[in-house]
């Protein structure tokens, strides 16, 4: 099979793409034909340079979250066969796990496409527990970036954040992948949200598409202060901030109302911050930090998604697998609107494969 090579750490050209034996499926595993995958910032870019504190034994094949078509499965696998259409779960819990806590397992044994081959490639043998089916009624681009973002996002505000019916929500970047769940799913949960974005279109974008009531260029205006103003000085119970940029971390923190909860999945920008204790004590405020879900997020984003009460988040492009080096460059870059993802079948008869 075709598959995207990691030999070493570096730049985008270590990304070779090779022609390696097709896994078979293992006990308790399923083997999927990839559809999709997605290129990520700290999963893929940070990973691929060799700054993710998760390092792989060469050579390796990345990918965290492809999705696909079943094609065939090891012993004790029950729950799928052949020609279910299916996405995976990137966590991999450990031994000691409690089922239903996933994303409060301390003990993770690691992530698909990190600890063990992912799906940069044309097949993929990912353990069963990990792989989640999709609705009929979702393309398989769709699928991969809401099954990505919507069940953190999920967790984010539900489990997290404990968010309530009536209670403020503001969302920072609020385009991203997991931001514009995090708006769909405070929509939701009954929330009046706010769209927070660094461009009038994007705001729009947000408030158009993905349904925010209210919206804030943090670029041209004082994200607080217009805060403030739209809440009629209450401020945000819940701020969802996934971007760690120290230019906007300030206005975020501050927008957060008494009893506030800031909820965090992300640090793109950074992520080295000032933090005013004084506000944190005095108003009683809360920091929630949590960069995964529970299975059961997964499931309920399945079933919303199969409602078609789920927009996906915006898709900038879809490379053939042979360009995965050209689009871990714009990720990089930051040149995308929405998300890059690579298409294996695309890639199949490519001449440039070893």
């Known amino acids: 099979m075709k598959a995207i090579v990691l030999h070493e750490f570096g730049e985008p050209e270590v990304l070779r793409f090779e022609e390696i034996a097709c896994p078979k499926p293992q006990s308790g595993e399923v083997l999927i034909k990839v559809h999709n995958v997605s290129v990520n910032v700290t999963l893929d870019v940070m990973f691929r340079k060799g700054l993710y504190p998760v390092k792989p034994t060469f050579p ?37 796990c409690i089922p239903g806590h996933e994303a409060d397992d301390v003990g993770v044994r690691g992530l698909v496409g990190l600890s063990i081959w992912g799906g940069y490639a044309e097949y993929a043998s990912i353990p069963a527990s990990n792989v989640f089916a999709i609705p009929d009624n979702l393309p398989y681009p769709e699928a991969n970036a809401i099954l990505r973002h919507l069940p953190t996002a999920r967790h984010l505000l539900h489990a997290k954040g404990q968010l309530k ?30 769209a927070a974005a660094g461009a009038d279109k994007r ?40 971007v760690g940029d120290p230019e906007l971390w300030t206005g975020a923190t501050n927008s957060l109302a008494v009893l506030g909860r800031l909820v965090t999945a992300g640090a793109h920008a950074g992520g080295e911050v000032k933090l005013n204790l004084g506000n944190l004590y005095r108003k009683r405020q809360t920091i929630y930090g949590s ?64």
Not at 168 to 186: D, R
Not at 203 to 229: C, H, P, S, T, W
Request: aromatic share 4%; with cysteine.
């Open 60 to 96: 390796h094949v990345m990918g965290t979250d492809p999705v696909g078509e079943v094609v065939a499965i090891g012993s004790e696998v029950t729950k799928f066969k052949p020609g279910d259409r299916v996405g995976v779960h990137s966590s991999l819990p450990s031994k000691n």
């Open 165 to 194: 019916e009536g209670e403020w929500v503001l969302v920072m970047g609020a385009t991203g992948g997991l931001a514009s769940c995090c708006v769909q799913v405070a929509k939701l949960m009954g929330a009046k949200v706010i």
């Open 203 to 242: 705001v729009q974008i947000a408030q158009e598409n993905f349904g925010a009531q209210y919206g804030v260029n943090y670029r041209a205006q004082d994200l607080a202060a217009e805060v403030m103003k739209i809440t009629d000085g209450h401020g945000a119970d819940v701020v969802a901030e996934n």
């Open 291 to 354: 960069p995964a879900c529970n299975f059961a997020d997964v499931e309920w984003a399945m079933k919303v998604a199969k409602k078609s009460k789920i927009f996906s988040p915006i898709i900038d492009r879809i490379l053939p697998l042979h360009e995965a080096a050209e689009g871990h460059r714009l990720v990089e870059q930051r040149v995308p609107v929405g998300k890059v993802l690579l298409d294996p079948i695309q890639s199949k008869d490519h001449p440039t494969a070893n």
